[in-house]
């Protein structure tokens, strides 16, 4: 029972957990407590020293919306954003008990009837913002990954290939979003003409943003795996006379796994930073949004909800990374 549930926290990422199981399991006190000081005390004391330095040192500046807001400030706001989104999905119960009383009405006065069912279109909540912008970059991930793992497997697996396509791959990898955004605005809106359809033109051009900009590091990663495959294992798939399809899932592909996974973190923390920026500068909607409208808002407690969402976007794109460690466990743990 202990090894399977160190095995799960190794799995999940919880490795701070493990001297917790092992103390209480009755292993050697002095080590794990020495354990538990280094995985959780520590961090923990960091985190307290940060929160106290920005406490104090919060309070020394000063700038045209008032003193630069602190962690309690920072918490009331987040407790703030929380009401307002218990507020509109309450505003949202209502309308849509008060649409169905009136269809109910119609529909007894003339049974039969056909009456189109309304959406409410009420003020995205913070939280909506924020599940907008998962939403996004998972997608927007998942295309990147599916371009860039193929190209990266046949880049190394011929150098040739590999020759031609890198000059390419040199100049468009270090291009700014800011600078990919307006391109894919343009054959966004010139491709996908209708806005009716089953995804929003500003959710396509966000996620196409994304792709283009993080998709690099996930091809580089691959090409090089790939091309790094211990000869051996080629060899002994020849002499086993194994299909090209065969070679690549059952020989290269596992063998590449490690840096195809350090590729992927890296194009979801890339994703996910240049995300922000694309809703930002286009005003799609998700986080980025949320900040720009704060920044343009300048009330009183904007500065503190801005820093709601930097503390948001950091936390994420850490669980993003843990989620991308963990899933890397469970494809190639032995």
């Given at each position: 029972m202990k090894s399977?549930?160190?095995?799960?926290?190794?799995?999940?990422?919880?490795?701070?957990?493990?001297?917790?199981?092992?103390?209480?399991?009755?292993e050697d006190a002095k080590e794990q407590l020495l354990q538990i000081w280094r995985l959780v005390g520590m961090p923990v004391a960091a985190i307290l020293g940060f929160l106290l330095f920005w406490h104090f040192a919060a309070q020394q500046v000063h700038?045209?919306?008032?003193t630069l807001p602190g962690p309690l400030d920072?918490?009331?706001?987040?407790?703030?954003?929380?009401?307002?989104?218990?507020?509109e999905r309450q505003k949202a119960r209502e309308f849509y008990l008060r649409q169905d009383?009136?269809?109910?009405?119609?529909?007894?006065?003339?049974?039969?009837?056909?009456?189109?069912?309304?959406?409410?279109?009420?003020?995205?909540?913070y939280l909506d913002q924020i599940i907008t912008?998962?939403?996004?970059?998972?997608?927007?991930?998942?295309?990147?990954?599916?371009?860039?793992?193929?190209?990266?497997?046949?880049?190394?697996?011929?150098?040739?290939?590999?020759?031609?396509?890198?000059?390419?791959i040199q100049v468009l990898k270090p291009v700014s979003p800011l600078a990919w955004l307006p391109i894919v605005t343009m054959i966004v809106s010139a491709v996908y003409v209708t806005?009716?359809?089953?995804?929003?033109?500003?959710?396509?051009?966000?996620?196409?943003?994304?792709?283009?900009?993080?998709?690099?590091?996930?091809?580089?990663?691959?090409?090089?795996?790939?091309?790094?495959?211990?000869?051996?294992?080629?060899?002994?798939?020849?002499?086993?006379?194994l299909s090209p399809s065969q070679r690549i899932f059952k020989?290269?592909?596992?063998?590449?796994?490690?840096?195809?996974?350090?590729?992927?973190?890296?194009t979801?923390?890339?994703?996910?930073?240049?995300?922000?920026?694309?809703?930002?500068?286009?005003?799609?909607?998700?986080?980025?949004?949320?900040?720009?409208?704060?920044?343009?808002?300048g009330s009183s407690d904007s500065i503190a909800r801005i820093m709601v969402a930097v503390l948001t976007i950091g936390l994420i794109g850490y669980a993003l990374d843990r989620l991308m460690v963990s899933l890397q466990k469970v494809v190639s743990y032995e």
């Amino acid at each position: 029972m202990k090894s399977k549930t160190i095995h799960l926290l190794h799995l999940t990422g919880l490795n701070w957990a493990v001297p917790f199981v092992r103390l209480f399991s009755g292993e050697d006190a002095k080590e794990q407590l020495l354990q538990i000081w280094r995985l959780v005390g520590m961090p923990v004391a960091a985190i307290l020293g940060f929160l106290l330095f920005w406490h104090f040192a919060a309070q020394q500046v000063h700038t045209s919306l008032g003193t630069l807001p602190g962690p309690l400030d920072v918490t009331r706001q987040s407790q703030v954003l929380w009401k307002e989104h218990g507020v509109e999905r309450q505003k949202a119960r209502e309308f849509y008990l008060r649409q169905d009383k009136r269809m109910a009405t119609l529909n007894a006065a003339n049974p039969g009837s056909a009456n189109k069912r309304m959406t409410y279109t009420g003020k995205p909540t913070y939280l909506d913002q924020i599940i907008t912008s998962l939403k996004t970059v998972f997608v927007g991930f998942l295309f990147a990954s599916f371009l860039a793992l193929p190209i990266g497997v046949i880049c190394g697996a011929n150098k040739n290939i590999m020759t031609a396509l890198n000059p390419i791959i040199q100049v468009l990898k270090p291009v700014s979003p800011l600078a990919w955004l307006p391109i894919v605005t343009m054959i966004v809106s010139a491709v996908y003409v209708t806005n009716d359809g089953f995804l929003s033109k500003s959710f396509i051009i966000s996620a196409v943003t994304v792709a283009m900009c993080s998709l690099w590091a996930t091809l580089i990663n691959t090409a090089v795996g790939v091309a790094s495959v211990n000869k051996d294992y080629l060899n002994v798939a020849q002499v086993l006379q194994l299909s090209p399809s065969q070679r690549i899932f059952k020989v290269i592909l596992p063998a590449t796994l490690p840096m195809i996974f350090t590729g992927l973190r890296i194009t979801l923390g890339v994703g996910w930073m240049v995300l922000i920026a694309a809703e930002m500068m286009a005003q799609n909607p998700g986080l980025g949004k949320f900040i720009w409208d704060e920044f343009q808002n300048g009330s009183s407690d904007s500065i503190a909800r801005i820093m709601v969402a930097v503390l948001t976007i950091g936390l994420i794109g850490y669980a993003l990374d843990r989620l991308m460690v963990s899933l890397q466990k469970v494809v190639s743990y032995e």
